[in-house]
């Protein structure tokens, strides 16, 4: 039978280079100066050794895991998925990646489920809501459309268009976003005296 082969260590590349451990550390980690002739050896005998640091412990150590968490509820929904995509692509352009297996510096939420409150409370990072709103939640940073001014709009083009009987197609589970086009939704049928029509999830769309 083979061996099976060790991975390389922080001590191995240390011995290779002639220095010590702390100075490898601080050569990958750019926290102390060191002297570009130790510096040349370390980055030397990293090459040759192929050697790769472990993640979660330099995360641990650095405090700093260039890693941002994002939770959304519904993955196949292409509104959560574009906006998942342009997360990944503006955190690759400025070094961190969209990760949740290691500690994240921050976290983004585009979902206003029963739990996440729950969660928001015991996050000890920064959050950023998207498209969503939490009552009982403060001190959050929230990046969000005019949801109430969308549905108003939405609703008073189709009165401009001759329309006497609209309906509003609501989503269920009752999510802010989709709370607030109904109020604007609403306002529209109070100010030309229509009668509110409202289906909740007969049309099987989510908002």
Request: hydrophobic share 35%; proline share 3%.
């Amino acid at each position: 039978r083979g061996k099976i082969k060790r991975m390389t260590s922080i001590r191995d590349v240390a011995k290779i280079a002639g220095v010590s451990p702390a100075t490898v550390s601080r050569v990958m980690n750019g926290t102390a100066n060191v002297n570009e002739e130790k510096r040349q050896r370390v980055e030397a005998a990293i090459e040759k050794t192929g050697f790769c640091p472990n993640e979660l412990a330099r995360a641990l150590y650095k405090k700093s895991s260039k890693i941002i968490g994002v939770i959304v509820p519904d993955i196949e929904n292409p509104f959560f998925s574009e906006l998942a995509k342009a997360v990944e692509d503006e955190a690759f352009q400025n070094g961190y990646r969209m990760l949740v297996q290691m500690k994240a510096d921050g976290v983004i939420i585009m979902t206003d489920s029963a739990d996440t409150g729950k969660v928001l409370k015991a996050c000890q990072v920064p959050v950023v809501l998207v498209d969503r709103t939490l009552q009982n939640v403060n001190e959050k940073a929230v990046v969000k459309s005019d949801h109430y001014k969308g549905g108003y709009l939405a609703a008073e083009h189709l009165v401009q268009c001759g329309c006497k009987k609209i309906v509003c197609l609501k989503e269920p589970s009752g999510y802010s976003s989709g709370n607030e086009r109904y109020r604007g939704y609403l306002a529209v049928c109070e100010k030309y005296g229509l009668k509110e029509q409202s289906e909740i999830g007969r049309a099987h769309v989510r908002t």
